[in-house]
Structures are given as C-alpha cells and as structure tokens.
C-alpha cells in the first residue's frame, strides 16, 4: 500500500515535471519562431541555426509527450518536427502558411498541456489537434525540392562517419554556396575545455559556420582533450587561419572556397536549385513575401526609459491637474467646472494608467535568463568541488523590468555560490548527519503584487546563531548585555563589519559580501531577508519592486515637512493612541496586537526639531520579519513617483532614497526605508 | 558498485531514466550529464560500466559522442546504449556503425530498458573478468 502510494506520488511528480519542462520548450519554441520571423525579414533567409534549434525542440516534446501517454500532442509534435525536417534539410522553403502552422501548434500544445491528466477536456481538444494535423500533412505533401548528390570533401573518414543527416545537409549546403571547408584542430584541458572551445567556435561563427564539433583522443595521456571543429567559410584558409589566431599546423583545408580553387569548383558543386533561399536565381516562392511576417520590432531600453520618464512626469501634472480640479468644484461660484473638471481628469488618470501598464509591460522580461545562468554556474561548481548538490528553480516565467534583471544577476549569484560553498555539507557530513548525500539548492520566484518574492533556500548545515553573536560582541558590533533574538542575530549577517570576515563565513556557513547583496538589492528598491534553521538549512529571500521607473508612494507630513514612503515597504498605519505608547531606556514603544513595535519620530530621526502635534500618525514598514513604525503628523494620500537621484550633501544622508517631484510642484524626499529598519534592528531594539 | 552515466538534455527524460534504471536489482551509482560536454567531463573522472546517451542534444551530439568514446581505448569497452526519440534511421544506424552496442526508441518500455542494461553489464562485467 505504501509502496503503491510512493509510486503514485512519484508518478505525479514525474507528471509535473514533464509539463514544466514541456512549457520550458514550448516557451524556447515561442521565442525561436519570432527569431525566425525576425531574421526572414531581415536577411530574407530563415537562419538555420533557428531551424536546427525549433526541430529539437519540436523532437524533444514528441518524445517527453510519447513518455507521458499524451498521444496528440506527441502526434502533433512529430508532424510539426516533420515539417522543420524539410525545412532544416532544404527539402522545402518557410513561407507564411508554414509560420502560421506554427502558432498555431504551439499554441494548441500549450492548451493541450494544460489539460493534462484531465482526460474528458483533453479529448475536446482531440479533434481541433486531428484538424491541424490535417492541413499540416497537407502543407508536407507539396513536392520536395530535388536534392543532388553530395559533393567530394576531402575529409577523414573519422569525420565523415560521425555526421548526422542535417550536419552532412549543412556541409553540403556550404559547398553548394561556395565556402570554403576546413578542419580546424584545438587541444585543450579536459577540466576548463568548454571557455576555450566556446571562445573559438564564437570566432568561427562571426566568419562561417560550425558544421561540427567532434572530440577526439588526444594521443596525450591523459589531461588534454582535442577537437576538430568542421568549418565553413568564405575566406582564403590563411585569413582564416590569422582571424582564428591558429598555428599553421593547426588547419588542414578540406576544399577551398569557389574562386581560389585550382579546379573549377563550380563544376562539382550541385544544382542550384537545391538552395532555393540563398540563390537569386531561384525562383521566388509564389505570391508570399516576406516582408510583414513579423510585427516585432527591437528597442534600446534607454529609449523606453525616456518614454517612462515622460509618463512620470504626466502623471506628476495629472495629479496637479486633480488638485486644481478639486479646488475648483469646492468653491460655489466655479463648482460646475470643477466637478467637470474633476470628470475629465478622472478619465486622464485611467489612461495615464492604461499608458504606464503598456510601456512597463514591454520592459518585463522573465527571470529565466538570469536562472539560466545560474544553472550553468551551479553545474560548473558541481563538477569543480566534486560536491553532490541539486539545484532546483521554480517561477522562472516571473517577469521583471528588465534593468532590475540585469542588476539582479550578481548579488543573486552571490546567494547561491554561498549557499553551494559554503552551506551544503560535503557528502560524508550530510551522511553523518543523516542527511541525503546529494544537497539541494532552490531557488523560487513569485510574483505579489506589485513585487517580484525570490527564495533561495538550501538543505545545508543552516547558520550557527551562538557564533555570529560571539562573533559580533568580538567585533564590537553589539555589547554583551544586548538581549538579541534569533531573528536579529541573522540579520547580522548583512552587517559589512561581520560579514565580509572570512572566518565567520567559514564557519557559520554563510559566505562573505552579504551585505553587499543587501546593498545592491537595497539600490533596486528591494529587501533582503535570512531565516535559518541549524542544522537544516537557511533561506535567502528578495523581495523586488517589479519595476523601479515608477513607485507608488505614500506623502506624509511633518510640521511644515513633507516626505515620500515607498507603498511597497508600508505594512499598515494608525492613529497613534498616546495610551499605548511605552518609553524605555529613552526608547518609545507600542504594542501591537500583542507584538513590541519600536517608533521612530521621523521629526528626530532628521532632526527636524518640531514640536509634538496633538494628533499623530503610525506608519508601520516592514523590512522582511523586522517592523518598525514611523510617527509622523499627517498622512497626505498616494501618488505616483518617480524617483529621482539627488546630488549634494543630502545625497550621503542616511534613509533618504532620492527625491520626487509631486502634483503640486513641490519637491519632497523618498525614505529608504530598509535603511531606516535596518538601524533599529542594528540597535537590538527589535525581538523575536 | 556498477556505475552508470545517463546523457540526455531532458531533465525530465533523465530523470525518468535515472528511475528505471534504479529498480534494477542491483544497487548502482548514477551520473547524469545534461550535455555532450559534461559528459567529456565526467569521462576521466569515474569508471563507467555502461553509458547511454541521445543523439540530439546542442553543442556536442550523441554521434559524436559515440565516436569519441569507441576512439578512446580508455573508454572503447564501455557498453554505450543510444537512446533517441524515433527520427533519421541514417542517424541511429550510423550509431551503430560507430560503435554503439545497442539502440533504444523513445518512448522506452521501462522492462525493456532493465532487460538490455542487465545484459550489457553482465556482458562488460565478463570482459572485464577476462583481461
């Protein structure tokens, strides 16, 4: 029963992970088509690398989905490889029907994966799958263009043997374009080969093609690997040879390009008609141009920057707009202008909306390239250090303004060798421990709201709480007789006094430069937040603003003050009830719903020196677990900002972010509000 | 221990493999390399007893991996089992020709898979007794 039951279980798992993987390739598919589309319009010729890399994929899905028993999507990927077939083979040329057979595949298997162990929707979607299976046998029975016999090469057989069909297609297509054909030899390291090959093979691509990659024996014993690169380029074999920066032996030429030949070449070469796209002379594919398959154009982010500035700034006099409108309908004499007034501009604001959603929706990109990346890294440690760890990734798809992704690569690669470094155990620990020998590495990715939550949690030796405090007394961060609770010594840790000191990363299995990581996610608007249990583990959590061109933000005022609070950091607010309010050792104190929270009178934290009002506010912000509320006298409403950086002595001041502009022209400060929490907790004021 | 190396860029499709390949009956160790080039990797590092590989993967295929590992006379004995998705029979008969012991289809009847991969390292493991 249980072990029916653990079957089960692992069945449904298996389940899971076909259908993320199989939306990981329709996704690749997605963007490789619009690729296709795009470089048809440029070149006019469908690039055969985007070919090769949408028939894997199309090879991959037939074959996951064939495992998984979900025969019309298996079918349809199998018609749809077909079709790639031809094209990748020069057996056919793309058209427009072709792409739009395309989609519409993609779209159908996505619809199809979906519906996946639900077997009576799957089955109404059997017959629109049986429909286009149809039209795309019918697209596959137009007459394949002729293919002639190879040309001569004088290749080793060893290389010659080791050719796919499509990669024999490749050389054949070079030689049929007049490109000359070499074997270039490279000889490298076995444990760094994968830079140096990369290196030579992108030096090739810029001039030619990689038709090959083949390794072979390198004769030495043992540390060394060779690699014969089958190459075809136009160029004479000795601007070749000095583009690639090879030693003469290093070549060998296997034809040379049409023109230096000693022999006519042109003569061996096959018809042209077997390179309909790349030849003039070929004719034309009946009545379907190319030039508006594709509606994707590419932009400079800068651009769009400039675009999201002026959107700023209309909303800035939006909101002026709204205040004048306001003024107007209260006032008796104007108050039938005003409230058409105030109608008009309420229609502004859901256009401005409307605007800001479209322009920030074209700057998101999903998290995956910078996983991606983190993928490769883990997988080049692993095999480094010879330490058994798992990572795994969920939520790639989130999406995020594409300069906060970019921003966000280091400090989250950061996290991550950390974890792999230094928190996973080497396999004889973990088994002592009971733990499995292989650790696990996961990184998650969520959006809420208007903020993008990334975890990354590892099953490691967690950090050892007693030695970051001992550690920070040593270091005269905290004094001995500071009551600190667990969360607050965590927190620690993204103290640059502490953590960049080898010795506690060492040990407390958490690497250096975390507060660095603080610092940068901090710059993006962002927060980090450590929770950590010994011997089990720690989780590494960032929270992002989705977008850093435009913060909501919540005005309140101080006397004649007024600053900007990013919505995104406030948990709630209060009125301030005097009754509540608790001093201890010159500290003030409220209680809520039962929890300590420590205040701040944001009128001494810049040394405003006002005067206490009657009547205050409590802004509650949040920083992760850690809480802090602000005392300030009014709460002034929301609005839009754009946050602009600030220059001159105020610049250095801490807890101001920058400044922003507001309807009414004034100009007020943003509060950095992980600034701000982050001093309390440094403090010792905050308890578990 | 018998260990085993699993080539194939499908994490689900390794995954599925590395299964099957674990109720075998016999406790064995598995490496999985997601690529060609983790695969020359590993290589030298470990002591396989059988390999299985697809052909289509990016950067290095399963073809030229098979030629590279029949080449070398440090890993020529190695049993190597091609498992691909049905596509080009040039591509999977020029496999064999290559080197490869055997060929498997995807979709793999999981039984199937067990039968073939006890035969080939009962077959490894008696030419290994003989040198």
Request: aromatic letters at 2%.
């Amino acid at each position: 029963m249980a072990a029916r039951r653990k079957r089960r279980t692992a069945a449904s798992k298996a389940q899971a992970e076909f259908v993320s993987e199989a939306e990981e390739i329709l996704e690749r598919m997605r963007n490789d088509f619009g690729l296709l589309a795009e470089s048809l319009v440029g070149s006019g010729e469908a690039d055969p690398e985007i070919v090769n890399s949408l028939f894997r994929s199309a090879h991959s899905l037939k074959g996951l989905s064939g495992m998984f028993g979900q025969e019309a999507m298996s079918e349809l990927a199998h018609h749809l490889e077909d079709i790639l077939d031809r094209l990748r083979m020069g057996r056919a040329t793309l058209d427009r029907r072709a792409l739009g057979l395309f989609d519409e595949s993609v779209t159908l298997s996505a619809a199809a994966l979906e519906k996946v162990g639900d077997e009576d929707a799957a089955e109404g979607l059997a017959e629109t799958i049986a429909d286009l299976i149809g039209r795309i046998e019918q697209w596959n029975d137009a007459p394949e263009a002729s293919r002639g016999e190879g040309p001569d090469v004088d290749l080793p057989d060893s290389i010659l043997r080791a050719l796919t069909e499509y990669e024999e297609h490749r050389l054949h297509a070079n030689v049929a374009q007049g490109r000359g054909i070499y074997l270039v030899d490279a000889t490298f390291e076995i444990a760094a080969f994968e830079d140096g090959l990369q290196e030579i093979q992108g030096a090739i691509r810029e001039v030619g093609e990689v038709l090959s990659t083949l390794p072979s024996p390198s004769g030495a014993p043992g540390s060394q690997i060779r690699f014969s690169l089958l190459t075809a380029a136009d160029l004479p074999p000795d601007t070749l040879r000095e583009r690639l920066e090879l030693a003469p032996d290093a070549m060998t030429i296997a034809r040379l390009p049409e023109g230096l030949a000693p022999e006519s070449a042109s003569a061996d070469a096959p018809d042209v008609s077997d390179q309909p796209a790349r030849d003039a002379s070929a004719p034309a594919a009946p009545d379907e141009t190319l030039k508006s398959i594709s509606d994707t154009v590419r932009v400079d982010i800068r651009k769009l920057d400039e675009l999201m500035n002026l959107v700023g700034e209309l909303a800035i006099q939006r909101s002026a707009l709204s205040q004048i409108a306001n003024r107007l309908a209260q006032d008796p004499a104007t108050s039938r202008v005003g409230q058409d007034l105030v109608k008009v501009q309420k229609t502004l604001e859901r256009k401005l909306q409307e605007l800001q959603g479209s322009v920030l929706d074209v700057r998101m990109v999903p998290l995956r390239q910078v996983f991606d990346k983190l993928t490769r890294v883990v997988r080049r440690l692993r095999l480094d250090q010879e330490k058994e760890v798992r990572l795994e990734i969920r939520g790639a798809d989130t999406e995020l303004d594409k300069l906060i992704v970019e921003e966000l690569v280091d400090p989250l690669m950061h996290v991550v060798r950390n974890a792999f470094d230094h928190a996973i155990e080497p396999v004889a620990e973990r088994e002592a421990a009971g733990k499995p020998a292989e650790g696990c590495i996961q990184v998650v990715a969520s959006q809420r709201g208007n903020d993008v939550l990334i975890s990354v949690s590892d099953d490691g030796r967690g950090i050892d709480v007693e030695k970051v405090r001992r550690r920070a007394i040593e270091v005269g961060l905290v004094s001995e007789e500071t009551e600190l609770g667990r969360s607050d010594i965590l927190d620690l840790i993204f103290h640059p006094g502490l953590s960049t000191r080898e010795e506690v990363t060492e040990t407390s299995g958490r690497g250096v430069g975390m507060d660095v990581v603080r610092s940068n996610i901090g710059a993006l608007g962002g927060l980090v937040d450590v929770k950590s249990e010994e011997g089990r583990g720690s989780t590494i959590t960032i929270m992002l603003p989705i977008t850093l061109a435009i913060i909501r933000a919540l005005i309140v005022g101080v006397g004649p003050h007024r600053f900007a609070v990013p919505l995104n950091s406030i948990r709630e607010t209060l009125l301030l009830d005097p009754d509540q309010l608790q001093r201890t050792e010159g500290r003030e104190l409220m209680n809520l719903r039962g929890d300590a929270l420590p205040l701040r009178r944001l009128d001494d934290e810049f040394r405003l020196g006002l005067e206490e009002p009657d009547k205050a506010y409590v802004v509650v912000l949040g920083v992760g677990d850690a809480r802090l509320g602000l005392i300030v006298d009014r709460l002034e409403g929301q609005q839009d900002t754009v946050i602009k950086p600030i220059q001159g002595p105020v610049a250095t001041v801490r807890g101001v972010a920058g400044a922003t502009e507001l309807g009414d022209g004034g100009a007020v400060l943003v509060l950095d509000v992980s600034a701000l929490v982050e001093d309390v907790v440094r403090k010792g004021e905050l308890r578990e | 221990m018998k260990r085993i190396l699993i080539v194939e860029d499908s994490g689900t499709m390794r995954s599925l493999i590395a299964s099957t390949l674990e109720e075998l009956g016999e406790p064995v160790k598995i490496d999985e390399a997601e690529n060609g080039f983790e695969a020359l990797r590993l290589l030298p590092r470990n002591a396989y007893d059988l390999i299985l590989t697809d052909i289509n993967m990016p950067d290095i295929n399963g073809l030229e991996l098979v030629s590279f590992v029949k080449r070398d006379e440090r890993y020529a004995g190695i049993p190597l089992v091609i498992v691909s998705t049905e596509g080009s029979e040039r591509d999977r008969d020029k496999g064999l020709e290559l080197g490869a012991d055997a060929y498997m289809v995807k979709p793999f009847d999981p039984d199937g898979m067990r039968t073939l991969v006890i035969d080939l390292l009962g077959r490894g493991a008696r030419s290994g007794d003989e040198g």
